[in-house]
C-alpha cells in the first residue's frame, strides 16, 4: 500500500547521495572535513525547515493565521523530517564511538559508586 509521503524514495536518495560522497572522501577528492560539513549544513537547513514549519503548524493549530500559506505545510515538514532523520543516522554512525563510550563510563561510575556505597554501609555497621 502506498501512502502520499515518498519515504523510501528520500531515503534511497539519501543513501546514494550519502555514499557518493563517501566515495569521494574515500578516493580522496574531498578532505573528511568537507564530507562532513556537507551532512552537517544538510543536517542543519533540515532541522531549520522541520522546526520552522513544525511552529508554523502549531501556530496555525492555536491562532487563526491572517495570511495563507501557499503549499502544504505538513506535507513539507513530514518530508523534511524524513530527509533529516536519514541524516541524522549517518551522524549518529559517526559519534557511535562516543555515546558508546559515554554509556560504559556511566556504567563504570554507577557501579564505583554503588561498591563505594555498600563500602560505607560495611563500615557503619562495624566489624562482624
Known sequence: MFTRYNVGVIAIVMVLVYAASFILYKAGK?????HRKIWN??????FLVVGTFGLLLAIRIDYVLTFRIPFNLIFWHVEAGVVMTVISLFHLSWHL?????????????????EEAEC????DKEGPR
Open 41 to 46: 549544513v544538510l543536517l542543519l537547513l533540515t
Open 119 to 122: 563500602d560505607l554501609q560495611i
Open 97 to 113: 564511538k562516543y555515546y558508546r563510550d559515554l554509556f560504559k563510563r556511566s556504567r563504570r561510575l554507577l557501579r564505583e559508586a
Open 30 to 34: 574531498i578532505k573528511v572535513s568537507t
